[in-house]
């Protein structure tokens, strides 16, 4: 009996041996599903619409995001939608939400807007919004943060009335979209600085593309020169502003920079995409909630159009 005892127990031993050598090959641990999965992520992208600003804010974050996590051997499913108009803003962001995405990034002022409406548990990050307090009334929310895209609106008006030589009695025409709030804001700024100069201020307004030609060519014909704010909808369609200011010998300044602009105080908006994106990389992996988060404001450039300064006898400073 001894003997068949220390038989059976020597097999089990084998059978318990081989079974650990076999739930672990080559020694090493086995990693769960849950652990594969805490590598992964999924961050949404709603973009207002479709133009250069907004594009290259949309292409810096995805870059510093994709490099940043990869950089710890992470992986992250970025899923762009683009909205088209405002009031489809609250569709895409719905769908993020239903998808349980772990981060929305809201790329312009109506988009944020529609995700702090959404979610109070998803962590939101804006891109290409100007002022965040008066966006929110002073109440930006827990789950909100971002980068800004606005400029200092005295320098802008500034470098305006310096390089045009602007005095007391000259028009300048302020376009924007009556739909962008960021817009208001700006045109509300530089108006106390024009007039702080005795420089009259006008605002040229529309709520619809197809108005835009005609509101352009009224500006362009009672105005000496043309202040455009970071306004997405006549950023998209500036070429349209570009032709008629251009013809009617009438400079254009903007806050977002392009070409139809002789000069420009105006930020890098790929570069400000790649901020957000290092802010979103914070967030996912841990190394920093959203609270704990500032809201960042990048530091301007000066740039003057050559050829346009020349088409339209603009002499553009040395310094």
């Avoid at 974050?61 to 405002?86: N, P, R």
């Avoid at 109440?139 to 500034?158: C, L, M, Y």
Wanted: hydrophobic share 40%; charged share 15%; glycine share 6%.
């Amino acid at each position: 009996m001894k003997k068949i005892i220390s038989v059976m127990l020597m097999a089990m031993l084998l059978v318990i041996s081989l079974t650990a050598c076999n739930s672990k090959p080559g020694n090493e641990p086995v990693v769960n599903n849950a652990a594969n999965e805490a590598n992964n992520y999924s961050v949404g992208i709603c973009q207002l619409m479709v133009h250069d600003s907004l594009d290259q804010a949309t292409q810096g974050f995805i870059d510093a995001l994709t490099e940043a996590m990869e950089s710890v051997g992470k992986t992250v499913e970025i899923d762009l939608q683009v909205a088209g108009e405002a009031n489809l803003c609250p569709t895409v962001i719905n769908t993020f939400t239903a998808k349980k995405v772990d981060l929305i990034m809201a790329n312009a002022t109506p988009a944020l807007l529609a995700a702090a409406n959404a979610t109070t548990s998803i962590p939101v990050l804006g891109t290409s919004i100007t002022d965040y307090s008066d966006t929110f009334d002073g109440d930006i929310p827990d789950n909100v943060s971002g980068t800004s895209d606005a400029v200092p609106f005295a320098e802008q008006a500034g470098m305006m009335i310096e390089t045009l030589g602007l005095v007391a009695g000259d028009s300048v025409g302020v376009l924007y979209c009556t739909d962008e709030s960021n817009s208001l804001i700006q045109y509300e700024a530089v108006k106390k600085l024009f007039e702080s100069e005795r420089i009259i201020v006008k605002a040229y307004t529309f709520s619809e593309t197809t108005e835009l030609q005609a509101i352009t060519t009224s500006m362009a014909s009672e105005c000496k020169a043309v202040y455009i704010p970071s306004d997405n909808t006549v950023a998209a369609n500036d070429t349209i502003v570009g032709t008629i200011c251009t013809d009617n010998n009438v400079p254009v300044f903007t806050s977002y920079g392009g070409d139809i602009c002789y000069a420009s105080l105006s930020i890098s908006y790929y570069d400000l995409g790649v901020e957000t994106g290092k802010m979103a990389a914070q967030i996912l992996m841990g190394e920093k909630d959203i609270s704990e988060i500032e809201i960042l404001t990048l530091t301007p450039t000066v740039n003057f159009n050559e050829e346009l300064c020349t088409q339209l006898g603009i002499e553009a400073p040395a310094n």
